[in-house]
């Protein structure tokens, strides 16, 4: 499956995992406490941030912020309306600032070392005698079964279109459901036969 | 164990398939993503606290970075869009429709996950939706409902729908309806 992170490399993408989603969270958290001057500088530093990486990087990065564009036409109106342009537009400065640094981080982390920070947050968990090979199991499932259950999605559409003229609706899901419920089982089973998903107990015969 | 935790997976794989497929269309030409219905689907099919977890490893999977959001979204940016507090508590609703459909056992099934997937689909989520937006926004709480009224109707519907589809689920694989077991 194809992750957002951006194919065009910059150096961000050799900085430490860790340590951009620790300065995300930080600048997340500073971005409600700037007045609107603030914020206008806050959001030209990352327009500066992702010019770093070349313009065809900031594009992508551009192109990720459109989906705010309803939010910003409605801000625009109301503030518009009401007059208070200077609190409209931090509104409208935060919102696109906030979403364009978390983008960042994503467009410049690949999906390997966000695992592997998920694995060091999960450390507390098996100090405290749970196990996280499940989870990671359980990520790896569902990048490995997403495409599956797209495809028998798609076939049950095809299927519906052949029996039907009308088009296919919301009963597909039933099936596709039904389908996701027995490949689990099949998987559990096959899991099961090759000793299941928990480590071996220590001095445990049967490892349960 | 490891049943829980396939069915956890593949469902959680279930609500992703839901929004990579293109958007279904209601009889009266509505288009619809699905992707919301699998939420509610994970609650009322694998009970309050597998739905939960089928829904949080979903939602973990996207601060990983997977487009797997309807639309192709995804990422970190998912976590602080106006919309995000929809998206927040997508496991509070799971988790509450799986436990309403769990507890409330008189009456036919459609109805009780229908029912359930109002009060954790609807009331809960929106009321995630609306405290979320009115962060982002700077508005109030009140204002912000109005604002999302429009989207009621199509979740209402996609509740019902939840119900006939759990409905019809049970019927064919009754052992897999865990939120009863």
């Known amino acids: 499956m194809i992750s957002l992170t951006s194919p065009l490399e910059i150096w961000a993408h050799r900085v430490p995992a860790g340590a951009k989603l620790l300065a995300l969270s930080v600048l997340t958290v500073l971005l409600f406490r700037l007045d609107p001057a603030g914020l206008a500088l806050a959001?030209?530093?990352v327009a500066c941030l992702y010019l770093t990486g070349g313009l065809a990087f900031a594009g992508q990065g551009a192109r990720h912020l459109r989906l705010l564009w309803p939010f910003l036409l409605l801000v625009a109106?109301?503030?518009g309306v009401t007059g208070q342009f200077q609190a409209g537009a931090a509104i409208a400065l935060r919102l696109l600032t906030m979403l364009a640094l978390a983008n960042f981080v994503t467009m410049t982390t690949?999906?390997?070392?966000m695992i592997v920070v998920l694995t060091w947050l999960l450390a507390p968990l098996r100090r405290l005698g749970l196990?996280?090979?499940?989870?990671?199991l359980a990520i790896a499932m569902v990048l490995r079964f997403t495409p599956m259950l797209v495809e028998n999605g798609q076939r049950l559409a095809m299927s519906?279109?052949?029996r039907s003229r009308r088009r296919p609706n919301w009963r597909i899901v039933m099936p596709m459901a039904a389908l996701a419920l027995d490949d689990a089982d099949h998987v559990a089973e096959a899991l099961r036969a090759r000793g299941g998903i928990l480590p071996p107990a220590k001095g445990g015969i049967d490892g349960t | 164990m490891e049943r829980d935790m396939t069915r956890i997976a593949l469902f959680a794989a279930l609500i992703a398939a839901l929004g990579l497929i293109p958007s279904l269309t209601l009889a009266f030409g509505v288009p619809i993503t699905a992707q919301s219905m699998g939420v509610m689907l994970a609650g009322a099919i694998l009970g309050a606290k597998r739905g939960a977890l089928a829904v949080l490893l979903f939602m973990a999977l996207v601060a990983l970075g997977l487009p797997l959001l309807a639309g192709g979204r995804g990422g970190l940016g998912a976590f602080v869009a106006p919309t995000s507090g929809f998206f927040l508590g997508w496991p509070v609703a799971a988790f509450?429709?799986?436990?309403?459909v769990e507890r409330l056992r008189s009456g036919p099934l459609a109805v009780t996950v229908a029912l359930a997937s109002i009060i954790g689909g609807i009331v809960v989520m929106y009321a995630f939706g609306i405290v979320g937006m009115s962060i982002a926004l700077k508005k109030t709480l009140a204002e912000c409902a109005v604002l999302v009224t429009a989207f009621i109707p199509g979740d209402i519907i996609k509740a019902v729908l939840t119900g006939?589809?759990?409905q019809a689920l049970a019927r064919s694989r009754?052992?897999?309806?865990?939120?009863r077991q």
């Open chain 2, 174 to 179: 009754p052992a897999a309806l865990l939120s």
């Open chain 1, 160 to 162: 519906w279109r052949a």
């Open chain 1, 110 to 113: 690949r999906l390997t070392d």
């Open chain 1, 77 to 79: 109106l109301w503030h």
């Open chain 1, 43 to 45: 959001f030209l530093a």
């Open chain 2, 164 to 166: 006939l589809i759990t």
């Open chain 2, 96 to 100: 509450v429709i799986g436990l309403i």
């Open chain 1, 131 to 136: 196990s996280t090979c499940a989870v990671e």
